[in-house]
């Protein structure tokens, strides 16, 4: 397993790991077997949905999906009518939402659909969006160093009335304490013909502001587990108020934060409470613009 995948082992993820004595496949959530159990779980999740498309405003309005992954929020923004524009860094992601295109159901979507592979730290796009959105807490994905350049670069895409919205995972013990916690949950799942025993486990440690979350995934045939395979990715928990300064110091400013009440049934049953909370965006005038670049999918 490379180093950087060692590292990003904490807590019962690792102690898995090494029961195994390191004889199972481990992989960024990310990457090739990551983005398909991630496809195949999240496929048909509906937290957050309701209350971004609520916030984005009535359609036809052109919307930037950073960190779009295999379309979980995409579809839903397709089939109410907006026109989206989707970034992510995972060619892996992107392939099965390219697939999900081809789906009967989704007859129509491939004209109000284009897609970049890039890094929503350093995109230039050459248009602006009336609405930028950010799923999944994927912003606190970013290291800390990052996020003043994807900040800027959001800055860099929005209409003058255009809104950022971004969910934002915090965890109320991150201020108060510095002792490392863990949330587990196994959950029995089944893709396709295949049967999973999937444990999600969540290790944060509040003092170094790190989060290792990882799924272990367990392919169970006939009764008998046949393959193990880990796969995780680390991120980067932050205060309320620190990223509200970071989104200042970019140009921006907030315009509202609410904590999100529908699904979440994960964290709904986590021993360790955690909120989510929907961040609307706006600029802020007057500030400097900055620019960035990107790559795009063929």
Do not use: W
Not at 7 to 24: C, E, H, K, M, R
Not at 181 to 207: I, Q, R
Not at 227 to 233: D, L, N
Request: aromatic share 8%.
């Amino acid at each position: 397993m490379p180093q950087d995948q060692a590292s990003s082992l904490l807590g019962t993820s690792l102690a898995v790991y090494n029961l195994f004595d390191g004889a199972i496949e481990v992989d960024d959530s990310y990457g090739e077997g990551g983005s398909k159990l991630y496809n195949a779980v999240t496929m048909h999740e509906g937290a957050e949905i309701n209350e971004l498309i609520g916030a984005a405003g009535a359609p036809p309005r052109s919307v930037l999906e950073l960190a779009c992954g295999t379309g979980r929020i995409t579809f839903p923004l397709l089939q109410q009518g907006y026109t989206v524009h989707g970034l992510d860094y995972s060619p892996h992601m992107l392939a099965h939402l390219t697939k999900r295109l081809e789906d009967p159901k989704h007859d129509g979507y491939a004209g109000r659909l284009s897609i970049t592979h890039g890094d929503m730290t350093n995109f230039s796009l050459g248009r602006k969006f009336d609405v930028i959105i950010l799923a999944a807490s994927a912003v606190i994905n970013v290291p800390p160093d990052q996020r003043a350049k994807m900040f800027a670069c959001v800055r860099d895409h929005l209409t003058d009335d255009g809104r950022f919205l971004f969910t934002f995972l915090y965890f109320p013990t991150l201020e108060t304490s510095e002792v490392p916690f863990e949330n587990v949950l196994v959950v029995p799942f089944k893709s396709g013909d295949t049967s999973l025993m999937v444990t999600l486990t969540d290790f944060v440690d509040p003092g170094q502001r790190l989060r290792s979350a990882s799924f272990i995934c367990h392919t169970v045939e006939q009764g008998a587990v046949t393959s193990t395979a880990i796969y995780t990715s680390r991120t980067y928990p932050a205060p309320r108020v620190d990223l509200e300064k970071e989104i200042t110091e970019a140009g921006l400013r907030v315009l509202s934060g609410a904590e999100m009440t529908s699904g979440y049934d994960i964290l709904k049953a986590a021993k360790h409470p955690a909120r989510v909370v929907l961040m609307q965006i706006g600029l802020l005038c007057g500030s400097p613009r900055m620019s960035c670049s990107s790559e795009r999918v063929q």
